[in-house]
Structures are given as C-alpha cells and as structure tokens.
Nanobody
Framework: QVQLVESGGGLVQAGESLRLSCADS????????MGWFRQAPGKEREFLGG????????YYVDSVKGRFTISKDNAKNTVYLQMNSLKPEDTAVYYC???????????????WGQGTQVTVSS
C-alpha cells in the first residue's frame, strides 16, 4: 500500500514562493500518477493538478496554471509542488495523492497523504 508524506508547508508572505514535497519511503511512485490538492477552511477539497508516473506529462487547473509547477524526482521517490507568487487565498492544507487513473480523474486518487499547512499572510 502506498503511504504518502507531505512536507514543506509553513508561513510565508504574499508574493513569496514555497515548495512542497511528497514522498513514499516504502515503494517507488513509478506505478502511480500523482496529484496535488488543497482544502481551505470551510471549503471543499480542490484539485490543483497532477503529473504522470513517467513525469512526462502534467495537468493543472486554470486557477494555478502559470504559478504552480508539479515535478517529480524518481531517484528520490519524491513529487514536488512549486508555488510562486503566493496569495493569501492560497492558504490551505495541501495534500498529495496517488492514482492509477488519469490525472484529471479526481475519483481515481486512492492514496492520500496527511497534508501540510500553507499559510500566506498579506
């Protein structure tokens, strides 16, 4: 079973950048497509985008396209979410998830991390 652990969250000021990491120390990501989600207080979980198991393709929702970048390092068994030009409305708990389905099929994400808090101050 996949066990995901996110890290890298914290408190930043608006306009700054942050990079989140997601790792599974027990098995390679190679069999799974990986996605990033976030959930702000009082809101539903929001899909941000994903990367294929090969790392060759990515998908982003319009709200983060151009500001967020997803990448992976198979040698380190880690997936990253690089977030630039952060805004206070990006404040949320960020989750990574693993799927054997297509990147944009949200219901296909079956394994989840515990989340990491990102807070952006104005």
């Amino acid at each position: 079973q996949v066990q995901l652990v996110e890290s890298g969250g914290g408190l930043v000021q608006a306009g700054e950048s942050l990079r989140l990491s997601c790792a599974d120390s027990r098995r390679p990501f190679s069999a799974y497509n990986m996605g990033w989600f976030r959930q702000a207080p009082g809101k539903e979980r929001e899909f941000l985008g994903g990367i294929t198991w090969s790392g060759y393709s990515t998908y982003y929702v319009d709200s983060v396209k151009g500001r967020f970048t997803i990448s992976k390092d198979n040698a380190k068994n880690t997936v990253y979410l690089q977030m630039n030009s952060l805004k206070p409305e990006d404040t949320a708990v960020y989750y990574c998830a693993a799927s054997r389905g297509s990147l944009s099929l949200i219901s296909g994400y079956e394994y989840w991390g515990q989340g990491t808090q990102v807070t952006v101050s104005s």
